[in-house]
């Protein structure tokens, strides 16, 4: 079993310099059978993740994407295909959708593997030009989904922590200091101790009531560690800082010790992506505000902020943020102060300064849609065409026996086409349904009819009260 | 003439994108009523459909949908779906629409359509709805609008295709879509939220949202036309209303690369406070569900989300004299201690020198 690995641990044993190497068992793939590593990590880790002797190994379960599709029956594929393709946006779709308190106001420190691993060509082009592309789109998702955040970028290379790019609410920043990384190529070996104890210094001045959050690329298979990386860790806990890793080779034990230290005892936030797919998937899952745990992760704090209005000069004039002659920007609403792009910080007198529209961004991820439900044949027939898109529904079966089949189908589907609003009642196909809870975030249904004693359209999501998970 | 190459012109002409206009009038009649003097309704909605009849002239690809946002609902005029019939016969009496021979069939359809679904929708709306209806639904109109534009731009609609979830297999028959919103009320305080929404979901779609205004203010639409990079327009003379759709709205999203439209300069980006809808240019915001308060809210506690809030942190921003006391305090006190200092040190010199001397 350990022959396979055996190339990874011959690169290993070259780079043990000074530091130590805290490497323990690791196993491919994010819920497989355990591979474990060489001869150095067996020492020290007694305690196989995952007995896999029973159960068949990951590579020998092939799924082949052909043995799903069946002829229809008129001998094509196009209905089972379009059934599966129903069937796979219905499955993303369902998520919990209980309204959570969240984290809004965040403070991440990005860090990226930029070590000699990351050299490996197993991602196309290789792992280090694609997590910098992926860096940058994780950066622009990110101030799109929490725009009155803070992020900073940190590598790893050479067993030191690289400063890439301060914590700043500006996305041009920080893709302009990833973008210049494109050059360089990966070097040395990673050190996390190094990485966490400046990101934990970046965010010592973070205020309480925002949160407090690491996000890790790890190429890597080791961690090359001045000093002990448990009392770190143990640092990090008493800061209140979440870490997440997306790894890209294997499941390391220190990084999955350091994720469910950090966030109390869930591994969920450790993934291992399987391709570039997946890669990206999970560095993205990162850019929805985390859910509270406990009171005590953040302070609740009321916060000033100034609205300000853009305006347009007939004469360019200085901005107080970069000293560059512009004609127009926002006044700050207290002191008047030029600034050229929002939100920011009052240079002068440090009141916080954003658009409303920043605020109303964040509202969906507080107030979700509720999921729509399948919808039988005995209640389709008071719909004929989707509520939003117009689409033609098919017609119910003539035969009663078909009518009293139950709703869900076996993929998950719904066996009329249809999906109800559980609170108008309203049918929609299946890709409103998708549309609405994905991009719009509002039943238009629910929007476009007054309810008999009407509870106000901008409270309604906000009288329910909202769980910490 | 065989010298001229028309196939470059040919070629050009290829890559053009068919493109849809959705256009959503505010149908709200407390609000058109104050502008019976200069533009009735009937006027308009006639300005408007010459107006589409335009937008499917340029191209045979080119097409249109009409959403009435009412006072109590927000409905599709065109294309609808329950009523075909009823829009073919009631309209016209006896008349077929794909007889009349001088007309574009297509125009004759959708003006059949329009009036036909326009004059049902006034029929059913009670004298009693009316009283004090002065809001309009435009957060479901913008809604039906995005859902309807979603599913166009991507479903090839080849034949008017009925299993549309064919066409979803990766077909890509991108159509420039836009959203032009003829608005008359003002006040959508109340479908802020919803609104909003809908404008990010337009802005991620790239789909531009248009704003006629032809009376009445709202922050909210202009921020809209702002975010999504659509056209602005606050019309001055409400009774040339068609020679404003015609100059400013008729280029569609590609051509307007090559236009200066006309657009906003100032935009009024303040935020209208949870507690009475206020608007505010400084205002305190819950950390945890981000409800704007114009005032700290009663025992700091926010009353949307019921959370015990921590104002210790205004103690900084709000009470500027007493920073300022401070900070004065300090340095004075500084200065003494300095002083005292400089004159102990003195002294200490001058000490030594006094025996000198
Ligand atoms: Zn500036
Ligand atoms: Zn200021
Ligand atoms: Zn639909
Ligand atoms: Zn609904
Ligand atoms: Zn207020
Ligand atoms: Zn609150």
Redesign the pocket.
Known sequence: MADSDEDYIATDDEEIGAHNISKSGRHRGAGGAAATGGSGARSKNGSKPGGGAQKRERWEDIKRSWDNVVEGEDGSLSSTVAGLLEAGKRKRLLKDTTPLQRGIIRHLILILDLSSAMMEKDFRPTRYLLSLRYACDFVREYFEQNPISQLGVLGMRDGLAVRISDLSGNPVDHIEAIGKLRLDEGKGAPSLQNALEMSRAALFHAPSHGTREVVIVFGALLSSDPGDIHQTISHLVEDKIRVSVVGLSAQVAVCRELCKRTNAGDEGVYGVALDDKHFRELLLDTTIPPVTRSAKMSASSLLMMGFPSRMVEKTASL?A??S?LTKGGYLCSRCSTK???LPMECPACGLTLILSTHLARSYHHLFPLKNWVEVPWKAASKSTHCYACQIPFPHPPAKPEELSAPAKTATGTSVSSRYACTICHNHFCIDCDVFCHETLYNCPACQSSVPKGRISNGARGRSDPMEVG | MDTVDASAHYSQSVDEKPSLLVLILDTNPYAWSTLSATLPLERALASILIFLNVHMAFSHANRVAVIASHTRSARFLYPTTTSTTTAAGGSGGSEDPFRDANKYRQFRLIEDQVQASFAELMRQTTASELVDAKETMMAGALGLALGYVNRLVRVDDSGGVVGGKDGAVGEVTSMNARILVVSVSGDLAEQYVPVMNSIFAAQRKKIPIDICKVAGETVFLQQASDTTRGIYMQLEHPESLLQYLMMCFIPDTATRRHLVPPTQVNVDFRAACFCHKNVVDIGFVCSICLSIFCTPPEGAICTTCNTKLDISALGNFGGKPAVVLTKKKKTKKLKQSKATSFSNEASATSTPGTPAS
Do not use: I, L, S
């Open positions: 901005c943020c970069h560059t600034v050229c792009a």
